[in-house]
């Protein structure tokens, strides 16, 4: 069943809220998200501010120890204009490096979509031609986390969250455990453009036209989010330091070679050292994220 679903409230904290739609597994959902900021697509302030979130939606027969597959079939911006920040992380720099400067002023870009391209507008004239392909993301997504928490959309952990992948692109399928019953899926902080870390804070922030198909599996227990596309599986880990990251995506995947490719202790290590490849996510934020990477040309048939 196709579901047209039209939010009217919106959460900067991923939860156990009040389930805005119900669905059963297998159903596909046509929505929308409000950009970072809180504007909507109409250019309506209807915050709140911070990666305001979609949903919740509910998903039938979901339970702790399930997992939540979601198919992300479209993520296009659905206005012609987004903003970006212009100041690197101070972490991502080396202390008392003289780039450390507050840049406040945002930058504005307009979409072209006849051409796919976003383009620097009003800005200082060195930049008034910075032009970039519109490659649409979803920055933050996830499920309700264990024991009634409530956490800010500003990070992320097992659940999901901020992660700012530019992975999770359109096409892409994305696995998450369940904590709480109906999983409680939430979904918003569309960037059209992100390169890989998001150390502005932002990508090209835009509200998004999204159509999703939500999908129970029945006690299948994974620890951490998944993905695959096309070419890739794919897992992330989000913590801080970096390192625990790398360490969490990199135990999934290797939990993930030995229950679904049949492949023992041995043979996960070998395969995973012999072929992995690693991509940053968010290392701007509260806890950051690493995906592991193996391409699906090496896996067992």
């Known amino acids: 069943m196709e579901h047209n679903f039209s939010p009217t409230t919106y959460y900067s904290t991923i939860g156990s809220h009040e ?15 409000i950009d970072a900021g809180g504007w909507h697509a109409n250019g309506e302030f209807i915050g709140p501010r911070g990666n305001p979130q979609t949903g919740p939606i509910y998903v039938e027969g979901a339970e702790p120890g399930d997992t939540l597959k979601v198919k992300f079939e479209k993520i296009w911006p659905n206005r012609p204009h987004g903003f970006c920040s212009r100041r690197i992380a101070p972490h991502v720099l080396e202390p008392g490096d003289p780039n450390m400067v507050d840049l406040s002023e945002r930058l504005t870009f307009r979409l072209d979509f006849e051409n796919s391209t976003a383009t620097v507008e009003g800005g200082p004239s060195s930049l008034s031609d910075l032009t970039v392909p519109i490659q649409p993301m979803l920055g933050c997504f996830g499920v309700a986390p264990a024991r009634g928490q409530a956490i800010s959309t500003a990070t992320s952990g097992p659940y999901g969250g901020n992660m700012d992948y530019k992975g999770f692109a359109p096409g892409v399928t994305a696995y998450l455990p369940v904590f709480v019953e109906g999983a409680l899926f939430h979904l918003g902080d569309g960037h059209a453009w992100q390169a890989d870390g998001e150390i502005l804070g932002t990508g090209i922030e835009i509200s998004m036209d999204v159509t999703l198909t939500l999908e129970v599996i029945k006690g299948k227990e994974i620890g951490w989010p998944r993905g695959e596309n096309d070419d890739y599986i794919f897992t992330a880990g989000n913590a801080r330091p970096l390192d625990q990251a790398t360490q969490h995506a990199s135990s999934e995947m290797l939990r993930w070679l030995q229950t679904d490719y049949g492949l023992d202790s041995e043979e996960a290590n070998f ?7 690693y991509d940053v996510g968010n290392i701007f934020d509260p806890a950051f994220t690493m995906v592991c990477k193996l391409p699906k040309s090496v896996l067992p048939k």
């Open 19 to 33: 389930p805005a739609l119900n669905v059963s597994s297998g159903d596909t959902v046509v929505t929308a998200t």
């Open 271 to 277: 395969l995973l050292g012999m072929h992995v490849e």
